[in-house]
C-alpha cells in the first residue's frame, strides 16, 4: 500500500505560482499524475509522468505547469506559474504501474488533496 500526501496549495493572486509537492513511496511506480476538481465540475487530468520520464499536459495548462518527479526524494511536483482564476480546484496526485489506469482515472493510489485557489 502506498500512501500519497499532497502539499503546497493557498492562496495566490492571478498571475502568481504555486509549486505542489506528492510525497509518498513513488520510486518504484511507472506512472503518477496531477487530477484537480474544481467545484460542480468532473475531476480532470492535469498532467502525467512516467518513470521513463514521458511527460503529458492538458491543453488547458500547457507552458503555464511543469510536472517533474524526484525518485531519489519519493517526490513527485507541480510547478505552476501564471495562474488563472480558471485554475483553482482541490488538486491531487495519483499513481499506479499502470499508465493507462492513471489516464482514466483509477490509479490504484491517490492522494488526499491541497486547494489550490486563484483570486485578487
Known amino acids: 500500500q502506498v500512501q500519497l500526501a499532497e502539499s503546497g496549495g493557498g492562496l495566490v493572486q492571478p498571475g502568481g505560482s504555486l509549486t505542489l509537492s506528492c510525497v509518498g513511496e513513488?520510486?518504484?511506480?511507472?506512472?503518477m499524475g496531477w487530477y484537480r476538481q474544481a467545484p460542480g465540475k468532473q475531476r480532470e487530468l492535469v498532467a502525467t509522468?512516467?518513470?521513463?520520464?514521458?511527460?503529458t499536459y492538458d491543453d488547458s495548462v500547457k507552458g503555464r505547469f511543469t510536472i517533474h518527479r524526484d525518485n531519489a526524494k519519493n517526490t513527485m511536483y507541480l510547478q505552476m506559474n501564471s495562474l488563472k482564476p480558471e485554475d483553482t480546484a482541490v488538486y491531487y496526485c495519483?499513481?499506479?504501474?499502470?499508465?493507462?489506469?492513471?489516464?482514466?482515472?483509477?490509479?490504484?493510489?491517490w492522494g488526499q488533496g491541497t486547494q489550490v485557489t486563484v483570486s485578487s
Open positions: 509522468i512516467t518513470n521513463g520520464g514521458a511527460i
Open positions: 513513488i520510486s518504484s511506480i511507472h506512472a
Open positions: 495519483a499513481a499506479d504501474d499502470s499508465y493507462y489506469f492513471v489516464v482514466s482515472g483509477r490509479a490504484a493510489y
